[in-house]
DNA sequence: CCAAAAGTGTTATGCTTACACCCATGC
DNA sequence: GCATGGGTGTAAGCATAACACTTTTGG
C-alpha cells in the first residue's frame, strides 16, 4: 500500500516500500496480497507496503511493514525496483522502492482466506490468476517474477522455498513453478547433484507411492552459482 | 549530490536521484564526477544528482540532474538501485535512486578538465584510480561497474559507447575496458558477427596501420540477446 | 494389480576455448 | 623494413538436451 497520509497536490514526493511476497502452493507460483482499507483503492487488492520511517532504512522499512500487515517475518527479502511515476499514486506522489521476498509457505494463511484480522485480508494469490491490483502493483509483480526466474537460474535461491529436507522431486516442483515449464527429470537430478549444493540425509519420505530420498542444502544462505 | 535543501533531524526521508555516467577513455572505464560546492562534502568530487521534483518522475529526474550538472543530454539511462540508509547523508535521510549512463564520450570534458562551468568542476576519471567520493557514491560505483559487467553480456548496450560506424577492433576495445579482462580476437569475432546485430558498411578506415572495415549497428536501441 | 512417483545412463549436438600465421599500411 | 593492428580456421573439451524403462510403494 503507497498510502500517503499527508501529501499536498504539489509536495516533495513522499518515500515508501512495497513487498511482493512469492510462494509455491499446489505447484503455482503465488503471490501474498492485502485488502486495502481506506483511500480510492478501497476494497482492492494490493502488495503490502507503506511509508518509510524518518530514519529507518530502505530494507528495515519492508520487512517492518511486512510483519505489520501479514505477520510474515524472518524472510528474504531482496530490493527490486523503484517506482516513481507521479501518477502511481492517486493521493500524490509517492515513490515506491519494490522488494521481492520468498517463503516456504508451509501452510501460512491456510488458502485464500484471512489471517492479518487488524489489517484487513491476507491471502495467496496464483500469478496466474491475479485480481486487478490497486496503485501499479501488476507491474510491480510482473518485475518481481521477471527477477525470479532469472535469478534462479544463477543462484541458490530455492532454498528459500523449501523447508530444511526435501526431496528432488519437490525441489524440481519449486523450479518448476518459478519457471513456468516442465524440466526433465534426469538432467534436473544431474545438475543439481552436480552443483554440490545438496547433501543426502540418507533417510527417506515415505508417501502415497516410491518413497524418496530427502535432502538439505548444506548452506541456506544467498549464492551466486549457476544452476540450471 | 544528495543534498537536502530543508531536512529537520527527524523528518520524512527525501528522494534524490543520482547518476553514474560511464564511458571508455584511452581502454579504460571512466565515470563521470563532478565537483561538491556546498555543505559537509564541499570540495569532494561526486556523482552528478540532486532532488526530485514534485511532480517529476525518476527517470526524467536523473536526466534533467545530469543535464543541468554537466551539459550531457540524449544519453543511455537505466535505474540501477535505491540506495536508503538513514546515515549516508550527514545532513537528513536522503533516499536516492541511482542510475547508470552509458555515453560516447567523443571528446566530451577533453579530459581531466573543467566544462561545467556554473556548476563546478566536471572530471571524468578511470574507475580504477577514482578519488574518495562523497556520500556513499563510492558503493554507488562499484554496484554500477557490476552491473555493467553483467548486462554487457546479456545485451546490446555496447552500441551506447561507440559512434555511428567503428571498426571489430574499437569494438572489442569497449568490452575489455568495461570488463575489464582481454578478449581473444578470433573468438570475439566470430561470436559478434554470429549474433547478426552488425552490419557491415562495406568501408574501410584508414589509421597508422592497416585499414579496417567498418560496422555499424543494424539497430540502436536496447535489446536482450546472449552476446559473450 | 494398478496408479503414480522415484530412480537411473547414453548419445548427439552445439558452444566455448585455445591457438598461429600472413596481410596491409604508415612511418 | 619494421612495427602495428587487421584478418582468418580448426580441433578438443565441455555442457546441454533428448530420450525409456524398471522399481517401489499405497491403496
Known amino acids: 500500500m503507497s498510502t500517503p497520509a499527508e501529501a499536498a497536490p504539489v509536495a516533495a514526493p513522499l518515500v515508501a516500500v512495497d513487498v511482493a511476497v512469492f510462494t509455491v502452493i499446489d505447484r503455482r507460483l503465488a503471490v501474498l496480497v492485502v485488502e486495502v482499507r481506506h483511500g480510492p483503492f478501497a476494497g482492492w487488492w494490493a502488495l503490502p507496503g507503506g511509508r518509510v520511517g524518518p530514519a529507518e532504512s530502505l530494507d528495515d522499512a519492508a520487512a517492518r511493514e511486512l510483519r505489520e500487515q501479514t505477520g510474515v517475518g524472518d524472510i528474504y527479502l531482496e530490493q527490486l525496483y523503484t517506482f516513481g511515476s507521479p501518477e502511481r499514486d492517486p493521493q500524490g506522489h509517492v515513490v ?47 518485475t518481481a517474477v521477471a527477477r525470479l526466474r532469472s535469478k534462479l537460474e544463477y543462484t541458490n535461491l530455492v532454498y ?69
Open 160 to 228: 528459500t522455498l523449501l523447508g530444511r529436507s526435501f526431496t528432488l522431486g519437490e525441489l524440481q516442483e519449486k523450479y518448476e513453478a518459478v519457471l513456468g515449464r516442465r524440466l526433465d527429470r534426469r538432467n534436473f537430478r544431474k545438475k543439481m547433484l552436480a552443483t554440490g549444493l545438496l547433501r543426502g540425509l540418507g533417510r527417506v519420505r515415505r508417501g502415497p507411492h516410491r518413497p524418496a530420498a530427502l535432502y538439505t542444502f548444506r548452506r541456506r544462505r544467498p549464492m551466486v552459482i549457476s544452476i540450471l
Open 96 to 142: 515506491s522502492v519494490a522488494y521481492v521476498a520468498l517463503i516456504d509457505h508451509a501452510g501460512r494463511f491456510a488458502e485464500p482466506g484471512r489471517a492479518g484480522s487488524k489489517y484487513g485480508g491476507v491471502a495467496w494469490r496464483p500469478v496466474t490468476a491475479l485480481p486487478a491490483l490497486a496503485y501499479d502493483h501488476a507491474a510491480v509483480v510482473r
